[in-house]
């Protein structure tokens, strides 16, 4: 159990153009699911905490208006890269928690992420 | 604000030797999640400690979660190259909502056959 799906899993693309991401829980709800952005050898960043219902809550030096979070029901949150730039160029990954569990002390269930790069 | 070290950050060893890892918090955690990623992959939960001085194995994988609950080890006994990967710490606190976990840097070990 607790699989999350996350699609595409690799994406090449030229500057200027928009990415979504789509982070799926297939076999449980979540209403909170997180965004994390990785570069090689490093740790976990989190971009994001995202939450059912309601507006994203970013981490401090991400920019809302360029990475978009929607999540719009308990499966899904979606991660869109607006304007993408070489910069944008990482892997991202999304985790969910089961909702069902209660609303702390939950392991965190992560897709295989996205490699995203800008050309 | 809030951070979570992690020691080393590299370890090679020999298969068949031992290996920890350390993880200390600059402030009482009200737990520690330990999570495994492979080279290419994600991370994988592996344990979660609540208690003040828990124990907990997995098969070869000692936890630990210390007293004052501001750290954290991981022990592999004699490891194998199948344990190879960059293993995280990751805490969380009392304040705050949806109680974001806050990670470590990580410890990559290397596992020469």
């Known amino acids: 159990g607790a699989v999350v799906s996350q699609h595409p899993s690799w994406v090449i693309c030229k500057s200027g153009t928009s990415v979504k991401i789509e982070c799926r829980s297939l076999?449980?709800?979540?209403?909170?699911m997180f965004w994390y952005r990785q570069f090689p050898k490093q740790s976990l960043m989190l971009m994001a905490t995202?939450?059912?219902?309601?507006?994203?809550?970013?981490e401090q030096g991400v920019e809302k208006d360029k990475f978009l979070i929607n999540h719009a029901s308990l499966t899904l949150s979606t991660l869109t890269v607006t304007s993408a730039h070489p910069e944008d160029s990482s892997f991202y990954i999304c985790?969910?928690?089961?909702?069902?569990?209660?609303?702390?002390?939950?392991?965190?269930?992560f897709g295989d992420g996205t490699r995203l790069s800008i050309l | 604000g809030q951070q979570v070290m992690q020691i080393p950050q590299y370890q090679h060893v020999q298969e068949g030797e031992d290996f920890t890892t350390y993880c200390n918090s600059s402030?009482?955690?009200?737990?520690i999640q330990w999570y495994k990623q492979r080279p290419g992959g994600h991370p994988v939960f592996l344990i979660q400690?609540?208690?003040s001085g828990e124990v907990k194995k997995q098969k070869r994988l000692t936890f630990q979660f210390g007293e004052a609950k501001k750290n954290s080890s991981l022990h592999i006994t004699a490891t194998q190259t199948t344990d190879v990967g960059t293993y995280f710490c990751?805490?969380?606190?009392?304040?705050?909502?949806?109680?974001?976990?806050?990670w470590g840097l990580g410890t990559s070990l290397a596992v020469n056959p």
């Open positions: 076999d449980f709800q979540a209403t909170t």
């Open positions: 985790s969910a928690r089961d909702a069902a569990l209660g609303f702390s002390n939950q392991p965190q269930h």
């Open positions: 990751a805490g969380t606190n009392n304040a705050g909502n949806n109680r974001k976990l806050i």
């Open positions: 995202s939450n059912e219902g309601s507006k994203a809550t970013y």
């Open positions: 402030t009482t955690l009200s737990n």
């Open positions: 400690l609540v208690k």
